[in-house]
Structure formats: structure tokens, C-alpha cells
Nanobody, 125 residues
Framework: QGQLVESGGGLVQPGGSLRLSCVAS????????MAWYRQAPGKQRELVAA???????NLADSAQDRFTISMDNRKNTAYLQMNSLKPEDTAVYYC???????????????????WGQGTQVTVSS
């Protein structure tokens, strides 16, 4: 049974950067799509970015021009580079993945089969 483990979260000042990593361990298979979601206190979980194994990406409006998602297929690892961070980016960031192959990175939340435990990102001065 595969597991996802996120890392790279922490406390950063507004305007700073963080790089999140999501590693799949013990899976023995590759993922077709990996994604980052986030959930702030009192709010619903929302998509930040998703990427297919073919490199097609989908970024939320809030992430455009600031965040970059990438995926290392050989390592079954996804990354989220976050620049120009704002206080409203504060949330727990979750990694999701599916084994199924899609040409589009615009997937419904329910299609992700695997989830990590999340990593806290806090943007504050």
C-alpha cells in the first residue's frame, strides 16, 4: 500500500519562499497525477496545483505566477515551489495522487486515491 509523505513546510515571512516535497513510499507503482491541495482553518480544502506524469499542469488562480509544480516520475515525487508567499497562503498543504493516467490535470478531488498527512505552511511577520 503506497503512502505519501509531505515535507518542506514551516514558518516564512511574507514575500519569502518554500519548497514542498511529496514522496511516495512503499508503492511499487507510479502515479499518473499528483496534486497539492491546502486547507486553512475554517475553510474547505482547495486545489493549489496538479500535474500529470506527462507534465501537463493545472494551477489555481491564487497560485498563478507565484507557484510551480513539478514531478519526478522516476522518484514518484512531486514538488511545489512557492514564491512571493502571502499571509493568505497560510494553511495545511496536502499531497494527493492517483495511479490512473489522465491527459488533463483538471481532476475532481474524489479521483485522488492517496493522500498524505499534510505539512503546515505559515506566512507571517
Amino acid at each position: 500500500q503506497g503512502q505519501l509523505v509531505e515535507s518542506g513546510g514551516g514558518l516564512v515571512q511574507p514575500g519569502g519562499s518554500l519548497r514542498l516535497s511529496c514522496v511516495a513510499s512503499g508503492s511499487g507503482f507510479s502515479f499518473g497525477v499528483m496534486a497539492w491541495y491546502r486547507q486553512a482553518p475554517g475553510k474547505q480544502r482547495e486545489l493549489v496545483a496538479a500535474i500529470t506524469s506527462g507534465g501537463t499542469t493545472n494551477l489555481a488562480d491564487s497560485a498563478q505566477d507565484r507557484f510551480t509544480i513539478s514531478m519526478d516520475n522516476r522518484k514518484n515525487t512531486a514538488y511545489l515551489q512557492m514564491n512571493s508567499l502571502k499571509p493568505e497562503d497560510t494553511a495545511v498543504y496536502y499531497c494527493g495522487a492517483t495511479r490512473r493516467r489522465y491527459t488533463s490535470a483538471r481532476l475532481a478531488y474524489s479521483l485522488y486515491e492517496y493522500w498524505g498527512q499534510g505539512t503546515q505552511v505559515t506566512v507571517s511577520s
